[in-house]
């Protein structure tokens, strides 16, 4: 019998997989705000701790942040279990966001903060991780989803 949703479940294993073991390199190798130059004055890995969300918004709300990953991880598995079977890409898009919010709620629960070392000092973007690298992945895959969906049901009314 094959498992329904399963790319949506293997997507959320890797990306919380991959997420998890960066952050723990991290957190082993690094003193908290080191920084080691990939490409100096572009790309660096820097150890930092975020209490808040995205851009530090919610700073030092990280329980009620690692409640709501938790809501969001909760509802995210029960609609791939319990509704419908998802389309490819649809599967890839959810699977990536419970990925990210599992990811970055762990680190919440457990240190009371997320772990961030992706540092793109080019554009003097915010330091963040894999998981908020997965989330966004799944937001854009979910967008091209829903004009795919939009294109499709116009064209059905022609």
């Known amino acids: 019998m094959r498992f ?8 959320a294993t890797i990306s919380f997989c991959l997420d998890q073991a960066t952050k723990y390199w991290i957190v082993q190798n690094f ?7 990939l490409i100096p004055g572009v790309f660096h890995f820097t150890y930092v701790r975020n209490t808040g969300a995205a851009f530090s918004l919610l700073t030092g709300k990280a329980e009620l942040l690692g409640w709501l990953s938790l809501l969001v991880s909760l509802g995210l598995m029960a609609f791939a279990l319990f509704g419908g079977k998802l389309k490819k890409l649809e599967q890839v898009s959810y699977g990536l966001l419970l990925g990210g919010a599992m990811g970055n709620g762990i680190d919440r629960f457990v240190f009371g903060s997320v772990v961030d070392f992706i540092d793109f000092r080019l554009i003097r973007f915010a330091v963040f991780n894999l998981a908020d690298v997965s ?8 967008l091209i989803d829903s004009f795919k969906k939009q294109k499709s049901e116009r064209n059905s009314h022609l």
């Open 4 to 11: 329904k949703n399963s790319i949506f479940w293997i997507a």
């Open 31 to 37: 003193d908290l705000l080191e920084t080691h130059p």
């Open 135 to 142: 989330i966004n992945l799944g937001i854009i895959c979910w």
